[in-house]
């Protein structure tokens, strides 16, 4: 079993950046691939990024390519999601996962319980 806790979300404006943390504590995380995802208010679960263990291969939406970066430290149990450029639609709580493949839901085994990021502009 692997436990995995969301930090950093926030109330940020148009154009600023936010730094998502997810502490993984049960089993080590560096055997799995992990990912962010992302709920806005009456919409899907959609993925944003992904990583695989190693850290050497990630992968991103369409929609935030060029301004998030998904990065992980193996040695802290910790993966993280950079975003820079905020725009009012990347509104949503935010949750990590974590998998052996993928960049759809079914992929991931394991979630933490989501962060709050609401961008105002």
């Known amino acids: 079993q692997v436990q995995l806790v969301e930090s950093g979300g926030g109330l940020v404006q148009a154009g600023d950046s936010l730094r998502l943390s997810c502490a993984a504590s049960?089993?080590?995380?560096?055997?799995?691939?992990a990912a962010w995802f992302r709920q806005a208010p009456g919409k899907e679960r959609d993925f944003v990024a992904t990583i695989n263990p190693s850290g050497g291969d990630t992968d991103y939406a369409d929609s935030v390519k060029g301004r998030f970066t998904i990065s992980r430290d193996n040695a802290k149990n910790t993966v993280y999601l950079q975003m820079n450029s905020l725009k009012p639609e990347d509104t949503a709580v935010y949750y990590c996962?974590?998998?052996?493949?993928?960049?759809?839901?079914?992929?991931?085994?394991?979630w933490g319980q989501g962060a709050q990021v609401t961008v105002s502009s």
């Open positions: 996962a974590a998998g052996f493949r993928g960049n759809i839901r079914r992929d991931y085994a394991y």
């Open positions: 049960g089993r080590t995380l560096n055997t799995y691939r």
